[in-house]
Each structure stands twice: as C-alpha cells, then as structure tokens.
C-alpha cells in the first residue's frame, strides 16, 4: 500500500505519519510538504519512508508525488485562525487552490481513496449555554478566513466524489492538542510559555469553549476511516464528525496547565478577544463510534499532563520557534488590520 500524506512534517500530518509506520511497518508513505514556518523535516526523519519536499499547489509536483499513489491523507493546510485574519492570502491559496490541484491529480491517477482532513470550525459555532453539537448534518456556517478556507475545501472534495465518481472521505475534527504542536496554539503557547517564565495570554475571561481531543484519538479515527472505505464501498463519499468529548472552557484548561506547572492565577494575563472569536464548539461523534466502533481512548487531564511533561523535555524542539517568531495578540492584531486599510 502507497499512501501520500500531504503535510506529514505538521503537528497532526506527523503524528499520523508516525502512528501508520508504526501500526503498519510495511506500508511505503511519502510525505509531500512544502515545509513552511509550520513544517519541520526533523520531525520525522529517522522514519523509513519517502519525503519530498514541494507546495501541494504546484500541479508539476503534484502530478509526479501522485504516480502510484494509493491512498492520500490530505492534512497540508494554513492552519491558525490568527494567521488567517491578518493574511488571508495562503489560506485561500492553499487550502482551496492547494486541494483542487490534489484532488485533480488524485482524479488524474486513479488513486483509491482520498481521505480529507477537516475541521469542526466549518460549522461556525454554537452559543456559549446551549446543549446543541456539530454532526455530520449540520450546515456549514464558517465565521474566519481559515474555516471559510477548510468549508471550502471539504465542499471540493465533495463535488469530485458527485462529479467525477473521485472516492473520497471526510472527517471533520475537533482540536487537537499533543506534542509537536507549534508553540503559537493556545495549550503549547500557555506551557511553554510558563516554562519561560512568561504569563499566559487567556482571551476574555477565558468563556469560550473547545472539544479537545488527543492527537493519537484522531490518528486512529482516520485509519479507522480508510480501512473501512477501502473494505466497504458504502463507506465511500461519507463524512465522519470527530470529537474528544471533553469540552472546556478555555479558563478550565488554562487553570489546569497552571496547577500541572505549579504556578496560580496571577500567570494569567488578559487579553481582548480575536476577531470573529467563535463562543463554543462541541461535536457528537455518534456516527464515528455506530459506524466504525471508534471512540476517543484518551482522558483529557492524563493526556495533558503528559503533554505537559513533553514540552518540559523537548525544550530543542520549540525554544527556537518560540524566540524567533513575533506572536500577534487580538489587540496588536486590530491595530495592523485599521493600518492596512
Ligand atoms: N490542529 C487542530 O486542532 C485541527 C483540528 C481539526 C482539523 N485540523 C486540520 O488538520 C490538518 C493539519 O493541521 P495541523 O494542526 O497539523 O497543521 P500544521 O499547521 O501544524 O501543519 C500543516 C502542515 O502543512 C504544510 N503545508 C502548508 N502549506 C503547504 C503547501 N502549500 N504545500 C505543502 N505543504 C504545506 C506545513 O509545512 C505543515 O507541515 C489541517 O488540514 C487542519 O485544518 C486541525
């Protein structure tokens, strides 16, 4: 089996990378990224597998990574809210442009299955006090450039599977939160922060709130989603929603790293929301675990903490990143969007 995995130096697209080779040590993958500030080639060398490094827009590059492709696992994206509302540009380029030259070139070659990699924020969000979740009939209501972007590119993938018969598949995921994950999202950003002795940014009173799910629950998702639509052509053209089932308040979560690092709550440092800043996401996963039998294996506090305790240790692998990369707060961030009109 030949499986292209598009973003595979990222947070998730390595962990995934990782947890097929393990999993399936006979597997040939290539891993196709253009190694931008969120990409790193270290991540996964050592593994046995093939990496080329090029931009998923790029229809040359793309044509020949696609030759014998079976399967394709498409996580290559921009994929920071904040990123997105100062420079919408390579979002739209890649996460709509960049899926549209892959799905053609998955058309082209007759892959097996394309497997879509996306996200809960497509269907906007839910008010703070409500019960309600996101399933797979929700509408799409995207509120920021980076989901209107991933709404985008989840609908593509669509019209090639209506279109052209392309044998595609989507899941739709809550956030992710483990190691390798850049220190500009919000759990690594408070821990690393708090190792460096800095306080830790928490918009508004910290009200909004996520589906956290470990990175490891949504690699298995995805496996799990493959194999059956390779087994069982029902399964093929189906969405699955993913979720950790563990909602928090962002102020839960952050007063949780600080009692993990020892530290009170004067090491919060208010700050004004985002833009746009979606109140809740919850997502019902009923489908996934009917269908498929999946279920999230890891508890949220646990796997925290060990999070937690992957940071301490792997200082190397984000000191660098965290130096040397100005972090855009809500306020900075509506100063330079009112200059830039
Ligand atoms: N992080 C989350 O909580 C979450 C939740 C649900 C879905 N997702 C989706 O999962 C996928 C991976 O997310 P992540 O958090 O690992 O992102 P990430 O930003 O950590 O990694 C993205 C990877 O894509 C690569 N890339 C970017 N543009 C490229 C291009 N034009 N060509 C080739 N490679 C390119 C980057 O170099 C990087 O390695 C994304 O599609 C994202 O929308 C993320």
Not at 145 to 164: C, F, G, I, Q
Not at 169 to 182: A, E, K, L, R, V
Not at 232 to 260: A, H, P, W, Y
Not at 310 to 321: A, C, H, P
Request: proline share 4%; hydrophobic share 40%; net charge positive.
């Amino acid at each position: 089996m030949k499986i292209l995995i598009t973003g595979g130096a990222g947070f998730i697209g390595l962990n995934f990378t990782r947890y097929l080779k393990e999993k399936y040590p006979r597997y040939h993958l290539v891993v196709l990224d253009k190694l931008t500030y969120a990409g790193h080639r270290e991540n996964i060398s050592g593994l046995d597998l093939e990496f080329l490094r090029g931009d998923i827009c790029h229809a040359k590059t793309v044509d020949k990574t696609m030759r014998g492709i079976d399967i394709v696992v498409h996580f290559a994206a921009e994929s920071h809210v904040d990123r997105s509302i100062l420079g919408p540009d390579a979002f739209i380029q890649t996460n709509v442009f960049g899926t549209y030259v892959l799905l053609q070139h998955a058309l082209k070659h007759g892959v097996k299955l394309f497997h879509h990699v996306s996200t809960d924020e497509v269907f906007g969000a839910l008010p703070l006090k409500s019960k309600h979740k996101f399933d797979e009939l929700t509408p799409y209501a995207p509120h920021s450039p980076y989901s209107a972007s991933k709404a985008a590119s989840d609908h593509l993938v669509r019209a090639w599977h209506e279109t052209y018969g392309l044998p595609v598949t989507i899941t739709n995921t809550s956030d992710n939160f483990g190691p390798y994950q850049d220190p500009e999202k919000l759990i690594p950003r408070f821990i690393t922060n708090l190792i460096t002795n800095r306080k830790v940014p928490l918009m508004g009173k910290g009200e909004n709130v996520r589906d956290w799910i470990y990175v490891l629950d949504h690699c298995r998702a995805i496996d799990m989603v493959i194999h059956a639509a390779l087994k069982d052509s029902k399964i093929v053209g189906q969405t699955f929603c993913v979720g950790g089932n563990s909602q928090r308040t962002n102020l839960q979560v952050t007063l949780e790293i600080l009692r993990l690092m020892g530290k009170d709550k004067s090491w919060i440092q208010p700050v004004e929301h985002r833009l746009g800043h979606d109140a809740r996401y919850a997502v019902d996963s009923s489908k996934i675990q009917r269908v498929l039998g999946w279920k999230p294996q890891y508890k949220f506090e646990k796997w925290l903490e060990k999070t937690v305790n992957w940071y301490k240790d792997n200082e190397w692998w984000w000191r660098s990143l965290k130096e040397n990369r100005p972090i855009i707060d809500p306020a900075v961030q509506k100063k330079l969007l009112v200059k830039s009109r």
